[in-house]
């Protein structure tokens, strides 16, 4: 059975920083490429990042980028996301998922290509 857990969110302040864990077991963690989702309340789900098996490919979607960096430690089967100087607009679950390839905006929009996904971890940020 094939599982992903996030850790890593919390309550911060605007301006401060979060790196969330996502650790994967039950499949063999380096055949797939990975990727970060989010949902605010009231809001659809949205793409975050994508990165290849390896990690040698990412993509972090346009309004992102600067602010967060997806990685990957395939020898812990452990994902990544860093986050930087949070806004409240960023307060949402954040989910993990295997996914088929990061193919940037292809992946990140068609949640059909999502093998499998975490069960989310609450970032709140306070302004």
């Known amino acids: 059975q094939v599982q992903a857990m996030e850790s890593g969110g919390g309550l911060v302040q605007a301006g401060e920083s979060l790196r969330l864990s996502c650790t994967v077991s039950?499949?063999?963690?380096?055949?797939?490429?990975m990727a970060w989702f989010r949902q605010a309340p009231g809001k659809e789900r949205e793409g975050i990042s994508c990165?290849?098996?390896?990690?040698?490919?990412?993509y972090v979607t346009d309004s992102l980028k600067g602010r967060f960096t997806i990685s990957r430690d395939n020898a812990n089967d452990t994902l990544f996301l860093q986050m930087e100087n949070l806004d409240p607009e960023d307060t949402a679950i954040y989910y993990c998922?295997?996914?088929?390839?990061?193919?940037?905006?292809?992946?990140?929009?068609?949640?059909?290509?999502?093998?499998?996904w975490g069960q989310g971890t609450q970032v709140t940020v306070s302004s």
């Open positions: 990165i290849n098996w390896s990690g040698s490919t990412t």
């Open positions: 998922a295997v996914v088929g390839a990061c193919l940037g905006e292809t992946t990140l929009r068609n949640t059909r290509l999502t093998k499998y």
């Open positions: 039950g499949l063999t963690f380096d055949d797939y490429a």
